[in-house]
């Protein structure tokens, strides 16, 4: 994982590396995506409080 700013911004770069395309399609297949998707929405949401909260 890397954070880059971009002025009042972050990209975040999240790499993950499994031992086999059938193991990567596993994981999609259970919903690994929707999941760390879901994740990165809770942190946006907790990140935004904190900042209305500072403000």
Do not use: Y
């Amino acid at each position: 994982m890397s954070f880059t700013p971009d002025g009042a911004r972050t990209h975040v770069h999240f790499e993950v590396t499994l031992a086999t395309a059938a193991d990567r399609e596993r994981l999609l297949a259970l919903g690994m995506r929707g999941g760390w998707m879901q994740s990165f929405d809770r942190l946006e949401q907790l990140i935004g409080k904190g900042a209305d909260d500072a403000g």
